[in-house]
């Protein structure tokens, strides 16, 4: 078992920045990977960023490449998510989840799920 607890999200002007984290407990070991989904009204959970905890492999969804950074500090077990250059179409409820066997992008191979937090982009 892994709980993903996510830090509060915000309210920020185009072009500004935020930084969410992801803190993992629990059965962490068994986690290869952290990845970030994003989930705006009405339309399905999107892949936003992903990492492995061993070598750091990144995998970045086309939409916020050059913006989004995703990061971890495997002391901590703890996943970030620097996001720059923020657009209104940003906005949305950013979940990070835990994959067992990869770096993934896509639902279906992430195990656990933090609860989500609200990234609000304003124009």
């Known amino acids: 078992q892994v709980q993903l607890v996510e830090s509060e999200g915000g309210l920020v002007q185009a072009g500004g920045s935020l930084r969410l984290s992801c803190a993992a407990s629990?059965?962490?070991?068994?986690?290869?990977?952290m990845g970030w989904f994003r989930q705006a009204p009405g339309k399905e959970r999107e892949f936003v960023a992903a990492?492995?905890?061993?070598?750091?492999?990144?995998a970045y969804a086309d939409s916020v490449k050059g913006r989004f950074t995703i990061s971890r500090d495997n002391a901590k077990n703890t996943v970030y998510l620097q996001m720059s250059s923020l657009k209104p179409e940003d906005t949305a409820v950013y979940y990070c989840?835990?994959?067992?066997?990869?770096?993934?992008?896509?639902?279906?191979?992430?195990?656990?799920w933090g609860q989500g937090t609200q990234v609000t982009v304003s124009s």
């Open positions: 989840a835990a994959s067992l066997h990869s770096l993934a992008t896509t639902l279906y191979d992430y195990a656990y």
């Open positions: 629990g059965r962490t070991f068994s986690s290869y990977a």
């Open positions: 990492i492995t905890w061993r070598r750091g492999n990144t």
